[in-house]
C-alpha cells in the first residue's frame, strides 16, 4: 500500500510558475512509475506527465510539453512537477498516481494506475 500527498499547488498569474511535490509512504517507491494527472471543472481527467521509475524515462501530453517537467528524488520517495509559463487553461485539480506493474515505458492511461492522491489545486489567472 502507498499513500501519497501532493502539495506546492496555488494561484498564479499566466506566464508564472510553480512546482508540485508528491510525496510517498513507503520503503517501496523506487520500483513505481509515477505520473501527473489534471481534471478541470466539467471536464475528464487528462494526463499530464508520466516518469519511470529510474527516472530515465519521461513523457508528457503535448498540451504541456516544453512548460513543465517531471522529475523523481527516490531518496526522497518525492515526485515532482514543475510548471512553467503557465496558462489559464492550466486551471484544475493536479493529482499524482504510482503504477506498481514495473512496466519497461510508463503508462498515460489512467486506469493503469494504482495508486492516487488527493489532489492540489492549481489557480491559473489571466
Known amino acids: 500500500q502507498v499513500q501519497l500527498v501532493e502539495s506546492g499547488g496555488g494561484l498564479v498569474q499566466a506566464g508564472g510558475s510553480l512546482r508540485l511535490s508528491c510525496a510517498a509512504s513507503?520503503?517501496?517507491?523506487?520500483?513505481?512509475?509515477m505520473a501527473w494527472f489534471r481534471q478541470a471543472p466539467g471536464k475528464e481527467r487528462e494526463f499530464v506527465a508520466t516518469i519511470s521509475w529510474s527516472g530515465r524515462g519521461t513523457y508528457y501530453a503535448d498540451s504541456v510539453k516544453g512548460r513543465f517537467t517531471i522529475s523523481r528524488d527516490n531518496a526522497k520517495n518525492t515526485v515532482y512537477l514543475q510548471m512553467n509559463s503557465l496558462k489559464p487553461e492550466d486551471t484544475a485539480v493536479y493529482s499524482c498516481?504510482?503504477?506498481?506493474?514495473?512496466?519497461?515505458?510508463?503508462?498515460?492511461?489512467?486506469?493503469?494506475?494504482?495508486?492516487w492522491g488527493q489532489g492540489t489545486q492549481v489557480t491559473v489567472s489571466s
Open positions: 498516481a504510482a503504477d506498481d506493474n514495473q512496466r519497461s515505458i510508463p503508462t498515460t492511461a489512467s486506469d493503469e494506475y494504482d495508486y
Open positions: 513507503g520503503r517501496t517507491f523506487s520500483r513505481y512509475a
